[in-house]
């Protein structure tokens, strides 16, 4: 069965705009300006089943359910394209090969949701995908496909590009709302959420690229066949896995959700490079638990993956080999969230950089018994946070300390220096 995203890839090249439409581009525009409602568009995405694909992984069609529709003045629409996670590319690969389904995407959901101008919030670094972008929406005005009077209908959408300040926390929806705005990127306090009260003060909706660019074919196609997609009742349509470490083949892959682990590892990359053996993954991008040898036949659908123990994520799955240091891993991963941090709240702010000391003095020899417990009193905490970029840099800790227990006491006991 031909999966929606990656169809239209060429592969060394972006596709056209003519390609594009020639091979059903724009197909579920039109269904949707000819004879569906907003509302029907909106059930047809909640029928799907979509789930978020930035990583939370929340049911699409009943975020957009949360708008209201009585309240007065104009509402917005956000495509989330700040991809800077660890380990999490596919954004980059989708739109380097093919703007069109997300524009058509966005369109639809401005339709659905009522919604006359967007924003596609973009990673400063992403210059070929934002090129491809603006080329992109610019030809579908020109095709009527956008702008005014859209299909000859009365309504009219507009889409712009914003480049991105640089820093992680503008991929938290509200942070990304405040820096839209000008203002600093720290999240904000929720309720009000954003569907009732974002950007301007106005009913908004944040949504990933990936998301967003389901959409037509579900459009098209109907939510029965997206849903058909998966491999197993728990899952619905496909998944973009960007899979890096030590695999014989780097790549980002579309496939069914439900895909095994194994499947993602030996299928798509070619197995483990240099004939080494697995040890563990992280499945869903930097800010989820690992997994380890024994979930090797698990299907990677959302709920299968947190009875496991983990999330499914953003889909970025980073192997670790037999040869691997989990602690300077996830030492590595604690680095990065410290330095992203905005610094609003200080659970965070004074949590993570002392996370990252103490897992230093382990990795360098220098650890203490009681520094797990401490490591572990800090998991707890870190999860009452303003946002979820604390609770999301505890997850690999967290894997470490309750599947890797080992491994940290080796580097405490055995690895010891002497002349500490």
């Known amino acids: 069965m031909e999966l929606p995203l990656f169809r239209h890839n060429r592969p060394d090249r972006v596709v056209t705009f003519d390609e594009y439409r020639e091979e059903g581009g724009f197909e579920g525009l039109k269904k949707a300006f000819s004879g569906m409602s907003p509302n029907d568009v909106q059930q047809a995405v909640l029928d ?19 708008v209201p529709r009585d309240l007065p003045g104009p509402r917005w629409l956000i495509c989330n394209c700040d991809e800077m996670e660890p380990g999490t590319y596919k954004d980059r690969v989708l739109l380097e090969h093919n703007p069109y389904s997300l524009i058509e995407g966005m369109t639809l959901a401005c339709y659905a949701l009522g919604v006359r101008h967007a924003f596609i919030f973009i990673r400063k670094g992403y210059e ?18 956008l702008g ?11 889409l712009d590009l914003h480049l991105s300040a640089g820093r992680y926390i503008c991929g938290e ?86 895909t095994t682990l194994g499947d993602i590892i030996d299928g798509a990359c070619g197995g483990m490079r240099d004939g080494k ?9 930097a800010s989820t638990q690992f997994l380890k040898p024994e979930h090797w036949n698990l299907p990677m659908d959302y709920e299968t993956v947190a009875k496991a123990g983990s999330r499914l994520g953003s889909g970025g ?56 417990a401490i490591l572990r009193e800090h998991v707890k905490y870190l999860n009452y946070t303003f946002c979820a970029l604390a609770p999301g840099a505890m997850a690999p800790l967290d894997g470490l300390l309750r599947d890797f227990e080992d491994e940290v006491r080796e580097h405490i006991v055995k690895r010891k220096c002497p002349l500490k």
């Open 48 to 66: 799907s089943g979509l789930r978020g694909r930035g990583g939370a992984g929340f049911a699409t069609g009943r975020k957009w359910s949360f």
């Open 128 to 145: 070929k995908a934002a090129a491809n972008l603006a080329r992109g929406i610019e030809e579908a005005k020109q095709a009527g496909l």
């Open 148 to 158: 005014e009077h859209i299909l000859g209908s009365e309504h009219s959408i507009e």
């Open 173 to 258: 929806e509200t942070a990304l709302i405040n820096a839209l705005e000008g203002k600093r990127p720290n999240p904000r306090s929720k309720p009000p959420f954003p569907a009732v009260k974002g950007l301007w003060q106005g009913p908004t909706v944040v949504n990933n690229v990936e998301t967003l660019a389901n959409v037509p074919a579900i459009v098209a196609n109907g939510a029965a066949w997206f849903k058909g997609l998966a491999l197993n009742p728990e899952g619905a349509g496909s998944k973009l896995f960007c899979v890096s470490g030590s695999v014989k083949n780097r790549a980002c892959v579309e496939l069914p959700i439900g």
């Open 277 to 285: 053996k697995f040890k563990a993954c992280i499945p869903g991008g």
């Open 317 to 372: 799955v980073i192997v670790f080999d037999e040869g691997h240091c989990l602690v300077e891993a996830t030492l590595n991963l604690i680095n990065f969230f410290a330095r992203e941090s905005c610094g609003w709240c200080t659970p965070c702010r004074e949590g993570l950089p002392y996370v990252k000391e103490i897992l230093t003095r382990i990795e360098n020899g220098r650890g203490e018994e009681d520094d797990i």
